[in-house]
């Protein structure tokens, strides 16, 4: 017997009318590995299949948390044959890295935050140090952006975008002292937009606590509001603005950073919207309590914000 790597395809399938980049693992069995669609993430796919996610009992953290870092291709694929995106020049092109931050900003504003550490209700000792680090699946943290807190517990920490990236996404931040590298406290998934000045809260054994949001030089007429009411059930309402008709995506996101819900996907009016979440996930099945990210992506705009669905 001669050995061969094949993949089929089962032509019975239709195509998906929202494609994802997990194919069958999201419940997408039109992808991967129903032969191999250009956005399918076969590396991350391999890895959570070989860490046993198809097995009762083993689809949890981290097996299903693995993946390689990069979840999409750094250039637009084409509309016709062949399809895949022309390459880079060999010449030219510097390759691309989020982490630490450098690299030309102009155009992807920075986010500016003002940290406060609490303890019991009291502000924490001064010298400790804050870090933020991108939330990147199957990715060692790195905590690039920094600052000390003062007498009253606060910090300044500015978040650069670095390389061809946004300041946009998901933050770990942990303080710690820095004499003795002990860690005070760790608060996962904080979502953090450029352009503006944001007021955090961490407090030590509890959580953390995102201010009201100004806007700092961004230049961005779009607004995503928080969903109301919040915590929600059985649904909540999710308001946003924009300044003219565009094309606009909204999508749910669980506290994994796993797609969950596409509420929109195409062009919206100018105007004040509003589109409501029913607790359920894109197969119509009730998605289980807790904390959920929405995403907003219209114009070159993004940006995030946290809701809490209690059963």
């Known amino acids: 017997m001669t050995a061969s790597e094949q993949i089929r395809l089962n032509v ?17 069995v039109a992808g991967f590995p129903n032969g191999r669609r250009l956005a399918d993430d076969v590396t991350d796919i391999a890895l959570r299949v070989t860490a046993g996610v198809l097995v009762e009992g083993f689809n949890i953290a981290p ?4 993946g390689d870092g990069i979840d999409q291709n750094d250039k637009p694929f084409l509309k016709a044959f ?7 020049s060999g010449f030219q092109h510097a390759h691309h890295r989020l982490e630490p931050p450098g690299g030309e900003t102009r155009g992807r504003p920075e986010a500016f935050v003002s940290v406060t550490v609490k303890k019991g209700g009291a502000p924490e000792a001064a010298g400790l ?10 990715r060692v943290n790195v905590y690039a952006w920094t600052g000390l807190t003062d007498a009253q ?10 390389g061809q990236g946004s300041v946009n996404g998901m933050y770990h931040v942990r303080v710690i002292n ?11 998934s904080i979502p953090i937009n450029g352009g503006r000045r944001i007021g955090l809260t961490l407090e030590v054994g ?3 606590t995102l201010a009201s949001a100004e806007e700092g030089g961004g230049g961005n007429d779009l607004a995503l509001n928080q969903n109301y009411p919040n915590p929600f059930n059985p649904e909540t ?7 003219r008709a565009t094309n606009v995506r909204m999508t749910i996101y669980n506290a994994q950073g796993q797609a969950v819900r596409t509420l929109v996907d195409g062009p919206r009016p100018a105007g004040a919207q509003a589109v409501r979440w029913d607790g359920r996930d894109d197969r119509g099945r009730g998605v289980a309590s807790g904390i959920y990210y929405y995403r907003l992506e219209a114009a070159g705009f993004s940006e995030t914000q946290k809701m809490l669905l209690l059963k």
């Open 153 to 162: 517990g606060m910090a300044q920490v500015t978040i650069s975008p670095s």
């Open 237 to 243: 309402a999710i308001r946003y603005e924009l300044p």
């Open 12 to 28: 019975a399938i239709p195509p998906s009318a929202n494609p994802n980049r997990m194919g069958v693992l999201a419940g997408d």
């Open 206 to 208: 509890g959580p953390a």
């Open 129 to 138: 140090e804050v870090g933020f680090s991108r939330a990147v699946s199957g």
């Open 63 to 66: 097996n299903n948390l693995l």
């Open 82 to 88: 062949p399809y895949v995106a022309a390459p880079h």
């Open 178 to 188: 820095p004499t003795t590298k002990e860690q005070v406290g760790f608060w996962p």
